[in-house]
């Protein structure tokens, strides 16, 4: 059967590909294998051949660390996504205000995260599946787009580094996009706890950069 991945899902990967280029793809998957097609799955293409899940493979040292990405998908839901499977949890658009639940199906999602796109029962999804915008992954993990950053900056680039300052556990204060007082304190206090001897966090450098992302990494 000719088949082909919803186009909200192949937006979601080019982000993906694009925040972490130099990521590992061993357990990345579209559609279904013999285990998959022998149940209901959003692997298995619905009645129009579109397949409504991808997997992402968990390389954090490569830059996709699947802690971060699944929090964002939950924090920042895409009008595509229908739910989000990780680490022995799951979450739904359908069930948001229930946040993460425990997941007890035989694959714990520990190797890759899963993103199933549309709604209705899984195998049949319909709805806005091929809606095409943007995810928010190159807004909140681009890195090269904050790093440069000043107090007194304002943005999307900001909100992306103020996003990412509160998902490693350093508050910003609102995420309004305005590189103010708060967020410059945020920057200082993960720095220093990341071993540097900076007087202030007025300026996002590169090294500031690569402090964030252990941060992150550690947080999860």
Same mark, same amino acid.
């Given at each position: 059967?000719?088949?082909?991945?919803?186009?909200?899902?192949?937006?979601?990967?080019?982000?993906?590909?694009?925040?972490?280029?130099?990521?590992?793809?061993?357990?990345?998957?579209?559609?279904?294998?013999?285990?998959?097609?022998?149940?209901?799955?959003?692997?298995?293409?619905?009645?129009?051949?579109?397949?409504?899940?991808?997997?992402?493979?968990?390389?954090?040292?490569?830059?996709?660390?699947?802690?971060?990405?699944?929090?964002?998908?939950?924090?920042?839901?895409?009008?595509?996504?229908?739910?989000?499977?990780?680490?022995?949890?799951?979450?739904?658009?359908? +069930?948001?205000?229930? @946040?993460?639940?425990? $997941?007890? #199906?035989?694959? =714990?999602? *520990? /190797?890759?995260?899963?993103?199933?796109?549309?709604?209705?029962?899984?195998?049949?999804?319909?709805?806005?599946?091929?809606?095409?915008?943007?995810?928010?992954?190159?807004?909140?993990?681009?890195?090269?787009?904050?790093?440069?950053?000043?107090?007194?900056?304002?943005?999307?680039?900001? +909100?992306?580094?103020? @996003?990412?300052?509160? $998902?490693? #556990?350093?508050? =910003?204060? *609102? /995420?309004?996009?305005?590189?103010?007082?708060?967020?410059?304190?945020?920057?200082?206090?993960?720095?220093?706890?990341?071993?540097?001897?900076?007087?202030?966090?007025?300026?996002?450098?590169?090294?500031?950069?690569?402090?964030?992302?252990?941060?992150?990494?550690?947080?999860?």
């Amino acid at each position: 059967m000719a088949w082909r991945l919803a186009k909200s899902l192949t937006a979601l990967r080019e982000e993906m590909n694009t925040v972490a280029p130099d990521r590992s793809t061993a357990s990345d998957g579209t559609i279904g294998d013999k285990a998959h097609q022998g149940s209901p799955s959003d692997h298995n293409p619905n009645s129009a051949g579109v397949v409504c899940a991808i997997d992402f493979t968990h390389d954090p040292g490569n830059g996709a660390d699947m802690h971060a990405f699944a929090e964002h998908l939950r924090r920042r839901p895409h009008r595509a996504v229908k739910y989000v499977i990780w680490n022995r949890r799951i979450w739904s658009k359908a +069930k948001a205000d229930e @946040g993460w639940r425990s $997941y007890s #199906g035989s694959n =714990p999602h *520990t /190797v890759h995260m899963h993103v199933s796109v549309g709604v209705g029962p899984d195998g049949q999804s319909t709805g806005a599946y091929d809606a095409s915008d943007s995810w928010g992954l190159v807004d909140t993990f681009g890195g090269g787009d904050v790093i440069g950053l000043k107090r007194g900056d304002s943005g999307d680039r900001v +909100k992306g580094l103020q @996003g990412t300052l509160q $998902y490693a #556990g350093y508050d =910003p204060g *609102t /995420v309004d996009g305005d590189y103010g007082p708060k967020t410059a304190a945020a920057v200082l206090k993960m720095r220093k706890a990341e071993g540097s001897s900076v007087s202030d966090g007025d300026n996002f450098t590169g090294w500031a950069y690569a402090q964030l992302m252990r941060a992150l990494a550690k947080k999860y």
